[in-house]
């Protein structure tokens, strides 16, 4: 079948989903999947004495060495509307008699669930090594860079000086949230799913809860207090989490993007070869990892909303609202994997120039720390007309294109009581960073802990 959607190009897939990622939610690790789940079903039921112990290892040797038969599994989903059944027949005639007992008490989305749990337990672990390989690459950037000063910016304007590990460490406070976050999920999604046709567990009697129970158990999964089959907040989280995840590395590779521009030149993305070349403008480099970043975010932002959406589920089974989670959950945790890794490269390589965000910070020539001028001057002359005294000096130094000291030495209310040397030390951007590298300091010590095991 040939492909139509843009991460499954064989031309663009590779770019926004890596290659893990795609493997755990793959059409085939799908299925193998709900075969794990309809044997570890009858594994449980054999060990509560409902179905032989021979009949589940027949069902189990079955599903070890079975090859389905896609295009009969295609034609056959097609006209059931899902891919259970089919399964479950192809699967039951390798069994030979012990096939009457598998998915004894499912129903469908028992199966389906169960298996999208399992391949939500994987992906997670995956998406924080690859969040913590980005955290690495940050915790770098901000340690380097503690002390280099730059101009900080809002509204796209030079507001105050800041350093470069400041703004890397910001962008690391988020990521070591989604860290947090994905360990408080986990008990909230990695639950089982088995409740029959309607939730009840009534095909199993009095057996029903000890089934599901022991069925979780050999999964590795929590049991659940009740059946969630049509409450589906726990899988509307996992990606409602994906979309912050990607979000706080849109911002990331916004800003590094414009910090790329030439006529700020800040930073500058990995060199590799021909990587964000222009098939007709030699000299050029494009933020390839942001941009990509950046529309992974977009997309998965999308999947958040529709998650929202699905989970407006009609009674005890959803009409339409289940099959959009068919789609949301795998794509969304295929593009936060690929834009972790295109992060983690970007930021693990990224170029830093000083020099030129040192030039940058000189450009207003003072008036960026026209602020510190203002508060030193407060205590003379009250905060009001420092205030005004520093603004009309910036409005002349903009207009006669002086410095802000030079304006400033010549205005006697404000040179007096601050004198020339002091005055020279506070329009100086790099005398004027605040607490920023303490703030590094204190993100740095703060160390995320463990990783998420399979």
């Known amino acids: 079948m040939s492909s139509l959607s843009l991460i499954d190009s064989p031309v663009f897939g590779g770019s926004f989903v890596d290659a893990d990622m795609r493997a755990l939610f793959d059409s085939d690790a799908f299925v193998s999947r709900c075969v794990e789940t309809e044997v570890a079903l009858a594994k449980a039921q054999a060990r509560l004495g409902i179905v032989s112990k021979a009949a589940a290892q027949t069902i189990a040797v ?10 009969r599994l295609m034609r056959e989903t097609e ?24 998915h004894w008490g499912a129903t469908t989305q028992d199966i389906m669930d169960t298996a999208t749990v399992l391949q939500i337990r994987a992906a997670l672990v995956l998406i924080e090594r690859r969040l913590v390989d980005t955290i690495d690459a940050l915790h770098s950037l ?3 860079h503690r002390d280099t000063p730059m101009a900080g910016r809002t509204h796209l304007q030079h507001a105050l000086p800041i350093t470069f590990g400041y703004k890397a460490a910001v962008w690391l406070s988020a990521l070591e949230r989604h860290h947090e976050r994905l360990a408080q999920l986990r008990p909230r999604v990695l639950i089982v799913q088995f409740s029959g046709a309607s939730g009840t567990l009534a095909s199993l009697g009095e057996e029903g809860l000890a089934v599901q129970a022991e069925l979780a158990k050999i999964l590795g999964l929590a049991a659940p207090t009740i ?12 990606v409602q989490l994906l979309a912050l995840v990607c979000g706080s ?10 910090m790329m521009t030439t006529e700020l030149g800040e930073v500058s993305e990995p060199y590799t070869r021909h990587r964000g070349a222009s098939s007709t403008m030699p000299q050029k480099r494009n933020p390839v990892s942001c941009e990509l970043i950046i529309a992974a975010a977009k997309m998965v932002r999308q999947h958040a909303g529709l998650m929202l959406d ?9 009409t339409g ?14 593009l936060t994997s690929g834009a972790l890794v295109q992060a983690s490269f970007m930021l693990s390589g990224l170029v830093v120039h000083p020099d030129r965000m040192l030039k940058n910070l000189g450009l207003s020539r003072g008036l960026i720390v026209a602020e510190a001028v203002m508060m030193a001057l407060a205590p003379f002359t ?34 007096v009581p601050l004198g020339r040397e002091r005055l020279r030390s506070l329009t100086d951007p790099a005398n004027y960073l605040g607490s920023a590298s303490r703030m590094v300091d204190q993100i740095l010590k703060t160390r995320f802990r463990g990783v998420l095991e399979n």
Request: contains cysteine; aromatic residues 10%.
């Open 62 to 71: 079955a599903a070890r060495t079975i090859r389905f038969d896609q295009s």
């Open 79 to 102: 006209l059931v509307g899902y891919p259970i059944l089919p399964i479950v027949e192809q699967l039951a005639d390798a069994c030979g008699e012990a096939g009457r007992y598998l």
């Open 142 to 144: 901000a340690a380097e």
């Open 227 to 238: 059946t969630w089959h049509s409450a589906r907040d726990g899988m509307a989280e996992a």
């Open 249 to 258: 590395l849109a911002k990331i590779a916004f800003d590094v993007s414009v």
């Open 310 to 318: 699905a989970m407006v589920h009609d009674f005890e089974r959803a």
């Open 321 to 334: 609202a289940w099959h959009v989670e068919w789609a949301a959950i795998p794509e969304s945790f295929g």
């Open 382 to 415: 009250g905060r009001q007309t420092a205030h005004d005294l520093v603004y009309a000096a910036c409005r002349h130094a903009v207009e006669t294109e002086r410095s802000l000291f030079d304006v400033l030495v010549e205005v006697q209310d404000v040179v």
